[in-house]
Nanobody, 123 residues
């Protein structure tokens, strides 16, 4: 069983930056980031394969960057040019499926989830 611990959320003004970390207790493969705003469904933000391939939802492309350090079992979500509509609880999720280049887009494909961290962007 892999545990994921997130850190780094907070309050920032529009146009600012935040970095959220996701530390895993063991080896993981595809890692995804999701977010859930109040009264909205959880949505896919982006994901990274074990080999470092990434993909993002259109609304964050060019502003968010996902990276990972496999030696530390840690992934990062760097968020720049933040907008009030980015306000949400952000979750990292990890897959234990041993595919090195696969990116998953559906929440159901991830077996491990972090506790979530609040990101609030003020206007």
């Amino acid at each position: 069983q892999v545990q994921l611990v997130e850190s780094g959320g907070g309050l920032v003004q529009a146009g600012g930056s935040l970095r959220v970390s996701c530390a895993a207790s063991g080896r993981t493969y595809s890692i995804g980031w999701f977010r859930q705003a109040p009264e909205k469904e959880r949505e896919f933000v982006g994901a990274i394969s074990w080999s470092g391939d990434t993909d993002y939802t259109d609304s964050v492309k060019g502003r968010f960057t996902i990276s990972r350090d496999n030696t530390k079992n840690t992934a990062y979500l760097q968020m720049n040019s933040l907008k009030p509509e980015d306000t949400a609880v952000y979750y990292c999720a990890a897959s234990g499926r041993r595919y090195y280049t696969t990116i998953y887009y559906r929440a159901d494909d991830y077996g491990y989830w972090g506790q979530g961290t609040q990101v609030t962007v003020s206007s």
